[in-house]
Each structure stands twice: as structure tokens, then as C-alpha cells.
């Protein structure tokens, strides 16, 4: 290792896609790792802990609100992923959080605050 500390993330994975209308967003995070990226951070000198994807239930009866698609389903995912990023802030690293519907950026962001 070079000179420099040795840098700890964590990952989460977030299969979402309850926030917008293309279906096939929820399989990012098993093709990201499947595609080697736990290896490649290791291989970057991180110290990586993979702490598992996140289970999100469909909430009965979520009408859109305006243009806003499942508001309901939508607002429980972000707050659970902001609940595991605090986790994850918790055991000094930082996280690094595996998705492809965007409306998770929120619950990523508001978890260390």
C-alpha cells in the first residue's frame, strides 16, 4: 500500500424503480457488482464492506400525485436508505449507495445529515 491511509467504503445496494416509469433500473446494483466493482475498489486499496442490498415492499394503493409517480412507495425507499447511509456514516465509512432509479439520490444525500 502506498503511503497514504487506507480509504473504508461500504456499499449498499438500492434495487428501486418505483420512481419513474422504466422497468430494469431495480437490476443495477447486481450488474455493477457482477461487473467487478467490489474488485476493482479492493484493487484501488479501499477497504470495502458490502453490506447488501435493501428489500423495498410495494405500498397498496399509491395514486400519482401530479406528476409525481408512487409519492407513497417512493418517500419510504428514500427514508430507508437514508436510515442504512447513516448506518453505514456510523461505522466511519463512507457510503457508496448502487441503484439506477434516481429518486434514491435523496434518501443517499439526507442519510449523514
Known amino acids: 500500500m502506498s503511503g497514504r491511509a487506507k480509504r473504508s467504503v461500504g ?8 420512481g419513474q416509469p422504466r422497468g ?14 467490489l474488485e476493482k475498489l479492493k484493487e484501488l486499496e479501499y477497504d470495502v464492506k458490502d453490506f447488501g ?15 409525481v409517480k ?4 417512493v418517500g419510504k425507499a428514500t427514508e430507508k436508505v437514508a ?4 448506518e453505514v456514516k456510523k461505522t466511519g465509512r463512507v457510503c457508496l449507495t448502487l441503484g439506477g432509479d434516481h429518486s434514491l439520490a435523496v434518501g443517499t444525500i439526507a442519510g449523514p445529515l
Open 11 to 18: 456499499l449498499v445496494g438500492a434495487p428501486f424503480s418505483k
Open 53 to 67: 442490498d435493501l428489500h423495498f415492499p410495494d405500498l397498496p394503493s399509491d395514486e400519482p400525485f401530479q406528476n
Open 83 to 86: 436510515n442504512i447511509v447513516a
Open 70 to 73: 408512487n409519492p407513497r412507495t
Open 24 to 37: 430494469g433500473v431495480e437490476e443495477g446494483p447486481i450488474h455493477m457488482r457482477r461487473a467487478g466493482l
